[in-house]
């Protein structure tokens, strides 16, 4: 049965703080990266969020499930929505500009629309939905480009995060296919699971007791794991409980404008018309694909 949701002020309120969470992310991951790897960078990220998630979690008197399939599940849902995303955008914000990451992050729900009309029923693709993508499509092209025909070939970056948009597509797609847990708990156990498995990997290879890291890039480190990772996962699941899952996708058409900004004004980065011109595209084609097909 489908609920009818009023989002209050406050819902409005929480989606414009996730916005500014998740928009400012990709800046906060190129001060980042100054100092840290791209799997130190991923590492802290799910460690810090674990452990405030998992706090967060007994406070509220919730508990972690025993059963191993629910832990089968948080550990998919930790490398499609966590690991192997955070993993590809770091890696390629070596190479790329935050704000540009931003807008090439803006395709994941033209990705997610096409993946639901093979996984998911009664999401079938129409000739709006069709169109969109390929607007979109278009739009990523433009901002691909001048590594296409450029010299300086930072295209294997653009694609890592588009790949990165395409792994948060199949995790949406897998978290309405799969058994589904108390969303807090299952954001913890998810973060947890990911810690286990990234972290030793992370100590391992950059021996992080041996190296020093700036100011700037430990706060920046330190944020990313507190903000646009734990602290907006506990908003999110707020927010989609009390004015609904469509109401959250509004923010599809800001986090590109907030990322692509905030590289400009506070890092310094280049705004480029072309770059306007397929910001424009990519949120005009998940405008239309969110069109009614009337008769």
């Given at each position: 049965m489908p609920h009818n949701y009023t989002p209050t002020v406050k819902d409005w309120l929480s989606l414009l703080l996730l916005i500014l969470l998740w928009g400012t992310s990709f800046m906060f991951t190129a001060v980042s990266l100054q100092s840290f790897t791209p799997v130190a960078i991923v590492s802290l990220r799910v460690l810090i969020a674990a452990v405030i998630l998992t706090l967060f979690m007994y406070t509220k008197g919730w508990r972690l499930p025993l059963e191993p399939l629910a832990w089968a599940v948080f550990l998919l849902l930790g490398v499609m929505g966590n690991l192997l995303p955070f993993l590809l955008i770091s890696t390629g914000q070596k190479d790329i500009s935050s704000?540009?990451?931003?807008?090439?992050?803006?395709?994941?729900?033209?990705?997610?629309?096409?993946?639901?009309?093979?996984?998911?029923?009664?999401?079938?693709?129409?000739?709006?939905?069709?169109?969109?993508?390929?607007?979109?499509?278009?739009?990523?092209?433009?901002?691909?480009?001048?590594?296409?025909?450029?010299?300086?070939?930072?295209?294997?970056?653009?694609?890592?995060?588009?790949?990165?948009?395409?792994?948060?597509?199949?995790?949406?797609?897998?978290?309405?296919?799969?058994?589904?847990?108390?969303?807090?708990?299952?954001?913890?156990?998810?973060?947890?699971?990911?810690?286990?498995?990234?972290?030793?990997?992370?100590?391992?290879?950059?021996?992080?007791?041996?190296?020093?890291?700036?100011?700037?890039?430990?706060?920046?480190?330190?944020?990313?794991?507190?903000?646009?990772?734990?602290?907006?996962?506990?908003?999110?699941?707020?927010?989609?409980?009390t004015a609904g899952p469509t109401f959250l996708s509004y923010i599809n058409y800001v986090i590109p404008l907030v990322a692509y900004f905030t590289g400009a004004l506070l890092l310094g980065e280049a705004i480029e018309w072309q770059s306007l011109g397929a910001m424009l595209l990519i949120i005009l084609g998940i405008a239309l694909t969110r069109k009614r097909v009337v008769g």
């Amino acid at each position: 049965m489908p609920h009818n949701y009023t989002p209050t002020v406050k819902d409005w309120l929480s989606l414009l703080l996730l916005i500014l969470l998740w928009g400012t992310s990709f800046m906060f991951t190129a001060v980042s990266l100054q100092s840290f790897t791209p799997v130190a960078i991923v590492s802290l990220r799910v460690l810090i969020a674990a452990v405030i998630l998992t706090l967060f979690m007994y406070t509220k008197g919730w508990r972690l499930p025993l059963e191993p399939l629910a832990w089968a599940v948080f550990l998919l849902l930790g490398v499609m929505g966590n690991l192997l995303p955070f993993l590809l955008i770091s890696t390629g914000q070596k190479d790329i500009s935050s704000g540009i990451t931003g807008l090439l992050m803006a395709f994941m729900p033209l990705a997610t629309m096409i993946l639901a009309h093979y996984f998911v029923l009664g999401e079938s693709l129409n000739r709006f939905k069709i169109f969109g993508f390929l607007l979109g499509i278009t739009g990523v092209v433009i901002v691909l480009w001048p590594s296409l025909v450029g010299a300086h070939s930072n295209l294997l970056s653009g694609l890592l995060i588009l790949l990165a948009t395409f792994s948060y597509a199949i995790n949406a797609i897998l978290v309405r296919r799969l058994p589904s847990y108390n969303p807090v708990v299952t954001a913890a156990g998810v973060m947890i699971i990911s810690s286990i498995v990234i972290v030793p990997f992370w100590l391992w290879q950059d021996l992080p007791w041996q190296q020093s890291y700036s100011l700037n890039a430990s706060l920046s480190m330190l944020w990313l794991g507190i903000g646009p990772t734990a602290f907006a996962t506990i908003l999110l699941f707020a927010v989609v409980g009390t004015a609904g899952p469509t109401f959250l996708s509004y923010i599809n058409y800001v986090i590109p404008l907030v990322a692509y900004f905030t590289g400009a004004l506070l890092l310094g980065e280049a705004i480029e018309w072309q770059s306007l011109g397929a910001m424009l595209l990519i949120i005009l084609g998940i405008a239309l694909t969110r069109k009614r097909v009337v008769g």
